[in-house]
């Protein structure tokens, strides 16, 4: 039989959460915390950053609460992986799992942040002080800079690379004919641990920064929130993959008389990288992108960017790494996801809203890295707002995350993870399911398995129901 958690008995018979408050300041004691998350800035340059002991003794800090918790272990599969190491351990405390497999539960964390702002009652400003993404984000930048990733992880998280490679138009050709090839594919997982049976993205050589044709001739009209003016970030997914995103993006806009533009010159966000734990290339990427944005920014533009993920590293991940710049600020500012300055817009009257074509049912899922942003639901908000359009929001991590779901060894977790939301969308009978992350909602189309059901990226069913 186990043995009662950790915050209710420990080893020696003292309750360590009495221990643990007797050491805090009268003021904060407290059990969890009902005030707002935030952020301590990622001080990812310092020298104990990257030191393995206090690392260790971190990872063994936060493991101790949360398996006193125990809160989120039906979040992924991170938290699980950490109880059963610690019930399978000789003193069913984090004290006798072997600091060797700390990396086990880091591996399974692929930063969604759904912990952090949904779950855990010890967020900052709570004194016990725990991020957990954070903290895995430290531990993977331990092992990225010690030499111990794959190839392939190093591959797939070049997604500008690829995609530059990828898009020319005879390579394309092969490279999607490879990617449908079950052949091929068996090669790819024994060779590469890419999984045979994911579906992977196509690439497109018409992309959009090439192809893209905005309308910046209509006069500006700012709004209480909005800047009148758009420059558009085309992350790499949709310049590579989906260019149809951006080109719906681009006639919703000029729909509306929004002047737009698309940013001269832009590089990978960033965030495959972040992921990675490789920080220097994060580094590396914001400087080349910040200084367009920034001026971008100064100059009065709203950034859009139609990806959650991109879109997320703006706002918050890059100003937690950089907290003293002050261009990386503004860009921060300027930042917006396409449906939260739609829906603004529409706040302060300036958006057309004679939608001529019903969506009829809509399964809409609403991606992590959209839902730490703390906008509320503005997506869903706008589609709602189409006649004979009925939406079932689906408020769950499907589990994909970037290319961590592609990985041969992530890859039934992925897919685990996703099984409520695949139940949940499917149950609507939709015609169109969608979600503001385009690999999300791939993900969730393989999940659900035969549908008539339509992918199309919630841009898209805008355009649609504008009947453009």
Not at 62 to 70: E, S
Not at 72 to 99: I, M
Not at 230 to 251: F, M, Q, R, S
Request: with cysteine; aromatic share 8%; hydrophobic share 40%.
């Amino acid at each position: 039989m186990r043995r009662k958690t950790s915050l209710l008995v420990s080893r020696d018979g003292t309750p360590p959460l009495a221990y643990l408050l007797s050491s805090l300041p009268a003021m904060t004691i407290r059990e969890g915390s009902l005030e707002a998350p935030t952020r301590h800035p990622l001080d990812w340059q310092a020298t104990d950053f990257y030191d393995e002991a206090k690392l260790d003794k971190e990872l063994e800090r936060v493991f101790d609460i949360c398996h006193g918790c125990r809160r989120c272990v039906n979040l992924c599969t991170a938290f699980p992986t950490l109880f059963d190491l610690v019930d399978g351990s000789p003193t069913l405390e984090v004290d006798g799992v072997k600091k060797t497999d700390f990396g086990k539960v880091v591996d399974q964390c692929y930063l969604c942040d759904m912990c952090y702002m949904t779950k855990c009652p010890y967020v900052p400003p709570h004194a016990w002080n725990v991020d957990f993404p954070h903290l895995m984000l430290r531990a993977k930048a331990v092992k990225f800079r010690k030499g111990e990733v794959k190839f392939r992880d190093r591959l797939l998280s070049s997604t500008d690379a690829l995609g530059k490679l990828a898009s020319i138009p005879v390579v394309m050709q092969a490279v999607n004919a490879v990617n449908k090839s079950s052949f091929a594919r068996g090669i790819m997982d024994s060779m590469l641990g890419i999984h045979q049976d994911r579906v992977l993205p196509e690439y497109d050589s018409a992309k959009f920064r090439s192809t893209a044709k905005p309308v910046s001739a209509f006069p500006v009209k700012d709004g209480k929130a909005t800047p009148g003016k758009v420059a558009i970030y085309a992350t790499c997914y949709v310049n590579y993959n989906e260019p149809g995103i951006g080109h719906d993006l681009l006639k919703i806009l000029a729909h509306n008389e929004v002047p737009a533009i698309i940013v001269e010159k832009e590089a990978c966000c960033g965030m495959p990288k972040l992921e990675l734990g490789d920080l220097e290339a994060v580094a590396r990427n914001k400087a080349l992108n910040v200084p367009v944005l920034a001026r971008l920014a100064r100059e009065g533009y709203a950034i859009l960017s139609a990806v959650p993920s991109c879109t997320l590293m703006f706002k918050q991940e890059l100003p937690l790494m950089f907290p003293h710049d002050t261009e990386v600020k503004a860009v921060a500012e300027a930042m917006f996801d396409p449906f939260e300055y739609l829906v603004s817009r529409h706040k302060d009257g300036l958006l057309k809203t004679g939608f001529s074509r019903p969506l009829g049912k809509v399964s809409y899922h609403i991606p992590c890295h959209l839902r730490v942003q703390n906008m509320g639901q503005k997506t869903r908000e706008l589609l709602e707002m189409v006649p004979g359009t009925k939406v079932t929001t689906v408020e769950r991590c499907a589990g994909h995350d970037g290319t961590w779901g592609a990985k041969k060894e992530y890859f039934d977790n992925s897919m685990k993870i996703g099984r409520p939301v695949f139940r949940l969308v499917a149950e609507a009978a939709p015609d169109y399911v969608s979600s503001d992350c385009a690999i999300a909602g791939r993900h969730i189309l393989q999940g659900m398995g035969a549908t008539t059901a339509r992918k199309e990226h919630p841009i898209t069913l805008i355009r649609i129901a504008y009947g453009l």
